[in-house]
């Protein structure tokens, strides 16, 4: 707009020139020279206003691209500072597993601050992954996050397996557990061995130096809890037979969870108290004082004297 009125502007005075050196008279001359003045400035003050219009544009422009470029900058150090912040939480993460004592990790969280900001730069650090970064700072420190993650996972795989080795190797010792030798009745004990059974022949004291059985506690195996299930009904029918007897028997705790029969208890007369006499009781007290009135002492004195 401000162009195109000083294009008209400029028209005007072009023709305004023209009419005064056309001019016959010196009045109308010098009226010419004045209106040609007039537009002449119009036409200065109109290019000095698209000039400075479009001196504020191009400043506003400036100020713009700028502020965008500051926000552009700040959101990226911001994104920077955040990723720094997350890589240095997961390394203290790391480390914390990784060592055994504070102390160890303390020294670590120091060198990997000192070390940071060169790994950084030396890398691509705003577009690398966490796994990337993560594990070239824990090599720079000496430490193989790789090597140690393939060691735990053959540690899980040992131990899966090593959890089943010794059930089966328990269930075969006991499936092919040895004959029981020749000689008095024995009972299979869970752990595979072999215990005298109780002797008939000692009559009432038949639980006499016999160990019971410890019972098994293992319900995942059930195969192993039938033997447990056999000796609780023997040992329940032995009870019942001995049950008349059983007052005279003393079983005493053993280390093995079971029970001894002990010897027959000498019994003991029941503990009376004895009733002391009213005069035992007054000869244990002290004697009263002896009264010191001085009436009482003066006839003393006289009794004395006499």
């Known amino acids: 707009m401000l162009q195109r009125l000083a294009e008209l502007a400029m028209r005007s005075a072009e023709d305004l020139c023209a009419r005064q050196l056309a001019a016959q008279t010196p009045a109308e001359a010098a009226a010419l020279a004045s209106a040609l003045h007039r537009m002449s400035r119009t036409v200065r003050q109109t290019l000095l ?39 240095r939480r997961a390394m203290e993460e790391v480390l914390c597993e990784r060592c055994e004592t504070q102390e160890e990790v303390d020294d ?11 790994h950084i730069r030396a890398h691509d650090f705003e577009t690398a992954t966490f796994e990337a970064l993560i594990d070239g700072l824990c090599r720079s420190l000496g430490l193989d996050l790789l090597a140690d993650e393939d060691e735990a996972e053959a540690d899980e795989d040992a131990d899966e397996t090593g959890d089943e080795t010794p059930a089966a190797t328990h269930e075969a010792a006991f499936d092919a557990a040895p004959a029981p030798p020749p000689g008095p009745h024995l009972v299979q004990m869970p752990d ?12 009432n004291h038949g639980l006499h130096g016999w160990r019971f059985a410890p019972l098994c506690h293992e319900p995942t195996r059930k195969t192993r809890t039938a033997p447990c299930e056999r000796q609780r009904a023997r040992l329940s029918c032995r009870l019942d037979l001995i049950a008349p007897t059983a007052q005279s028997i003393r079983p005493v705790r053993v280390r093995s969870c079971g029970f001894v029969a002990n010897q027959k208890a000498a019994p003991q007369p029941p503990q009376t108290r004895r009733k002391t006499p009213i005069r035992e ?8 004082p002896r009264p010191r009135h001085p009436a009482t002492l003066l006839r003393f004195n006289a009794s004395y004297l006499a």
Request: hydrophobic content about 40%; some cysteine; glycine content about 6%.
């Open 108 to 118: 670590l969280v120091l060198e990997m601050d000192l070390r940071l900001d060169d």
């Open 192 to 203: 595979c061995g072999w215990a005298a059974a109780p002797d008939s022949s000692l009559g």
């Open 281 to 288: 009781i007054r000869g244990s007290l002290p004697s009263p």
């Open 49 to 87: 206003l698209e000039a400075r219009f479009s001196r504020d544009d191009r400043s506003e422009a400036r100020e713009a691209e700028g502020q965008a470029r500051a926000d552009a900058a700040e959101a990226a150090k911001a994104l920077h500072r955040d990723r720094k912040a997350r890589v």
